[in-house]
Structures are given as structure tokens and as C-alpha cells.
């Protein structure tokens, strides 16, 4: 249940593996899209368009559908959203409908039947769905029904990959028959790789399971930010670079390599969310958490010190021209959910700076949606204006309005519009293309200072050394600092 990347990456790779599988999406365009993504897939995930063309004929099938979809199965996942309410509380509200939806499927439905919640959901939450399912149709959980948690790691841009080769498959089971079951099914899919000791699967309780997603994506975005504070520390001593210093750290053994890359902090539909959603279930519970909300502080903060550092070496940002490279979240994927771009174009824009971005994958149109969200005080600067103006007095003109607004000081364009004549560059996105953009380049396009801020830390400092361009990078302690 749920035609989003994880639902439909996970159908995908099972009836790819021979397993028939019946996607349930409530969405009809997104489903019409999907029957027609045969070729080309409604958003862009490296390698799922090939992974969809290795489906036997007839072995997935996408729908609507639900009831039929539940009775002629033997296990359901749900894969809905869990989006963040406006207080930043996890919205349960599809997984709910799910539940609901499920339990009345599951009345007339003879045998046991596995329900599987995948969607990341704070502790407690498929037990919930338990109770929904049991009450909407009259039966047994542990005796009628099967319950698991299962939650998802999956990468956005390599959840093709992660899919075929994870290194764990948690399962938290309601009792020892549901944790049996879909341990089972997934012993057969990853058969090789299980005795190859590359993938394991963990049995725990329900509980468990849901909490080790949290924790883990918590974890992963803590060492980030640790790594975000270091290098800040490291920006204030000459001649200091992050990387090298994390290459020492990292050679102990205790210390694993991943996620401590110094840059612009962390985007993406996971991170943000859950963690923002594990620090309010925190408070709820009592717990003050104060390192879930100090690593959301500082990711926040890589963004206004960025822009502090470029607005000083620039001496102002208003009038000046400013070139963005890549807009995605990361590399690899079209996503713009939470990207650092928006924050650092929407603060750029509120100090008087031209913006001109470039990516290989996200569109124009989608980035001018996503800036009008972030920007939501400014939006409604344009809403009194307008409301003032009786004969322009509805929504969707504002909109309009506010949309010409930002066309207007937003341009798009090749890497080497962007370049061209622009005071400084901010990386925000590695994509690999602008690996090969050469210090010759930068300096003939752009015009004076020539600051080009590395946000991810791509480039070889030294490699500008000969060239006029004022080469900055997070992490590393320029002489002047
Ligand atoms: C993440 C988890 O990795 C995955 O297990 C979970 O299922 C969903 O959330 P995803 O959001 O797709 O996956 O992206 P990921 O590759 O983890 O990167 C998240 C963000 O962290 C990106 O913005 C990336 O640029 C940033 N990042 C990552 C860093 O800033 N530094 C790093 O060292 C690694």
C-alpha cells in the first residue's frame, strides 16, 4: 500500500524476483503514471526503470483497488507517508487510513493474513495498527492475523541497490508466528546473500524495530553534524582541514568512515523528519533530548554560516550575482525535500542577491514551488501588497504573483550561465559533473572576487593556487580566517 519510492522500489524489486505483487495506490494519476513508467518511471531513482523491465509479464500490477488487492494476497506492507504535522509531530493519518482500509478488506478474507508495516513510525505505532485492523474486522491479532514491523533503510538515488543488497532486514514481530513468517520470505529473497554472511536478519519485538529506524537515522545524521561542528572549528585555524583531520579519526577501528563528510548540512524526506519527529515523541515522553535538538540546530546553522561567510568576503549581497550548483538534496536524485538550496536561496534573496542555479536533474518550476514553501514570510509580504489591490483579491493570483516575483530574481541555466559574470559560487550539490569544472573556468567566467564557496568539499584547494579565484571550502582554515 503505497506507490512512493519505498512502495514502489520494493514492489518493483520483489516481482522482479518473482514474487506477484499487487501495488495499491489511492492516487489514479500517480497509478496511470507508474502502468505507463513501464519505460520511464514518474520520478528518477538510478537503475528502478531497468529493475521494472526485469518484471515478468503480469507480475505487478497497480491499482486502486484495495479490497481485491488485500483478499487475493497473503501478506499487505504498508508503505504510505508519514509526513511531519505543522508542530513537527509525525502524521499518522495515512498509515491510519491504511489500517482502516486493511480491517475491512480482511473481514471476508479466510486464513491468516501478514501485516506488515514498513512506513517509518515512532514506537508504538504498528501495534496501533493492530488494533484498528482487529477492530475493523472482528478478528485476532496473534491468531488470526500476523503483525510486523519492518522498517525501511533505503537511500533515495541508490534504493535499487540498497534493495538487492541491504546489510540488514529488521523485523520486529507482534509474536514469534509473524517474525517467523516474513523472516522466512526474506531468507528465500536474499538466500545467496544470507549465506554469504553479507545480509542479516534480526528478529526483535515490535517496539524495538520501529525505535532502531529512528535511532539509526538519528545516529547517521548526528555524525554529520558533529562533523559540521568540527569543521566550523577548523575554518578558525590557518592552514586546518576537516578532511584531513576526520582521515585521523576514522583510522580507529571503533570509528566507521560514513556520514562524518563535512558540507552544508543534511536534506532529504528522512532525516529532517525523523529526527524533528523522534525529539517531539521524546518530549512527550518526558525526555528533554538535548543532542537530537543541538544536531538540528546545527545543521540549521551551516547554512546561515555560509551564507555570513560569503556576504563577508563579498562585503554585501545586494545586486550581487550568485551561482548555484545543484539544487537535489544530494546527488542522484531529482528530490528537493528539505535540500539546503532553498534554505540558502531563500536567505540569499531576503539579503538582495541575484541567484542563478544550475542541476542535472531538477526542474526549474519544481524548484520555484519548493522556494515559495520556504519562503512562506515573504509570500505573505506579497499577500498584504496584493490584498490591497481589491480587483487582485484571490489566492491563486497571489501565487501567481509571488511566482514572477522569484522568476524574476531566480534564473536557470547551463553551469556556464551560472558562472558568467557571477561574484561567487556556492556548490551545494556533488553532483558529478561539476567535478571536471576547471580553476580556468571559474576564472574567466566569473568576475571579481571570484569566490567560489565549496559546500561539499569537492575540489583540490591547492588546484587554484595559480589561478584568480578566492577558493573557499566548509571545514578548511583559509590564511585569512
Ligand atoms: C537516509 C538514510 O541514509 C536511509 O538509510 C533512510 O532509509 C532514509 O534516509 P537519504 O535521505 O536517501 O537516506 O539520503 P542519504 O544518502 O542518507 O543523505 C542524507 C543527507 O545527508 C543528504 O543531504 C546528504 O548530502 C547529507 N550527508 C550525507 C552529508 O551532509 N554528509 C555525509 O557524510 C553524508
Not at 514502489?8 to 506477484?20: D, V, Y
Request: charged letters at 25%.
Amino acid at each position: 500500500m503505497g506507490m512512493g519510492f519505498v512502495g514502489l522500489t520494493t514492489a518493483a524489486f520483489f516481482s522482479s524476483r518473482g514474487i506477484p505483487v499487487i501495488g495499491i495506490e489511492i492516487d489514479e494519476i500517480k497509478n496511470q503514471k507508474i502502468r505507463e513508467g513501464w519505460v520511464e518511471p514518474y520520478f528518477h531513482e538510478d537503475g528502478l526503470k531497468e529493475l521494472l523491465d526485469q518484471v515478468p509479464e503480469g507480475y505487478l500490477k497497480v491499482g486502486s483497488d484495495y479490497n481485491s488487492a488485500i483478499k487475493n494476497t497473503d501478506m499487505t506492507m504498508i508503505a504510505v507517508g508519514t509526513p511531519s504535522d505543522e508542530q513537527g509531530k509525525i502524521s499518522l493519518r495515512f498509515v491510519e487510513s491504511a489500517a482502516r482500509s486493511i480491517g475491512i478488506a480482511l473481514i471476508e478474507k479466510p486464513g491468516w493474513h501478514l501485516v506488515v508495516v514498513k512506513s517509518t513510525v515512532v514506537p508504538g505505532t504498528t501495534r496501533d495498527v493492530g488494533r484498528i485492523i482487529a477492530e475493523e474486522s472482528g478478528k485476532i491479532i496473534g491468531q488470526d492475523l500476523g503483525l510486523c514491523s519492518n522498517p525501511e533503510f533505503l537511500k533515495e538515488g541508490s534504493a535499487v541497490k540498497d534493495s538487492l543488497e541491504p546489510d540488514r532486514v529488521m523485523i520486529g514481530g507482534f509474536d514469534e508466528k509473524s517474525s517467523q513468517a516474513l523472516a522466512a520470505f526474506y531468507q528465500q529473497i536474499y538466500k545467496d546473500r544470507i549465506a554469504e554472511k553479507k545480509t542479516k536478519i534480526f528478529c526483535q519485538g515490535l517496539e524495538n524495530a520501529e525505535l532502531v529506524k529512528y535511532t539509526a537515522n538519528s545516529l547517521l545524521a548526528l555524525k554529520i553534524s558533529f562533523a559540521n561542528e568540527i569543521a566550523t572549528i577548523a575554518e578558525k585555524i590557518p592552514g586546518v582541514d576537516v578532511k584531513e583531520v576526520m582521515k585521523g579519526v576514522f583510522s580507529d577501528y571503533r570509528i566507521n568512515r560514513e556520514f562524518l563528510n563535512a558540507g552544508l548540512g543534511f536534506g532529504g524526506s528522512c532525516f529532517p523528519k525523523d529526527v524533528i519527529a523522534l525529539l517531539n515523541f521524546a518530549i512527550e515522553k518526558g525526555c528533554l533530548a538535548p543532542i537530537l535538538h543541538a544536531l538540528l540546530q546545527v545543521n540549521n546553522n551551516q547554512v546561515i554560516h555560509t551564507i555570513e561567510i560569503i556576504e563577508k568576503i563579498l562585503g554585501g549581497l545586494n545586486n550581487k550575482k550568485i551561482a548555484i550548483l545543484g539544487l537535489a538534496f544530494k546527488p542522484n536524485t531529482d528530490d528537493l525535500r528539505e535540500a539546503r538550496s532553498t534554505k540558502l536561496v531563500s536567505n540569499l534573496l531576503n539579503k538582495g542577491a541575484r541567484i542563478f542555479v544550475t542541476d542535472p536533474k531538477v526542474k526549474y518550476e519544481d524548484f520555484i514551488s519548493e522556494l515559495i514553501q520556504e519562503d512562506a514570510k515573504r509570500y505573505n509580504q506579497v499577500l498584504r501588497t496584493i490584498l490591497t489591490d481589491p480587483s487582485t483579491n484571490d489566492e491563486k493570483k497571489v501565487h501567481q504573483v509571488f511566482q514572477n516575483t522569484l522568476k524574476q530574481s531566480v534564473t536557470y541555466g547551463t553551469i556556464e550561465e551560472c558562472l558568467e559574470q557571477a561574484s561567487a559560487c556556492i556548490l551545494v550539490t556533488e553532483w558529478p559533473e561539476y567535478n571536471n569544472i576547471s580553476p580556468k573556468t571559474f576564472q574567466s567566467l566569473m568576475r571579481e572576487p571570484k569566490l567560489l564557496f565549496d559546500g561539499r568539499r569537492i575540489y583540490n584547494a591547492l588546484s587554484f593556487k595559480d589561478f584568480d579565484v578566492k577558493y573557499q571550502g566548509i571545514g578548511l582554515g583559509a590564511a585569512d580566517t
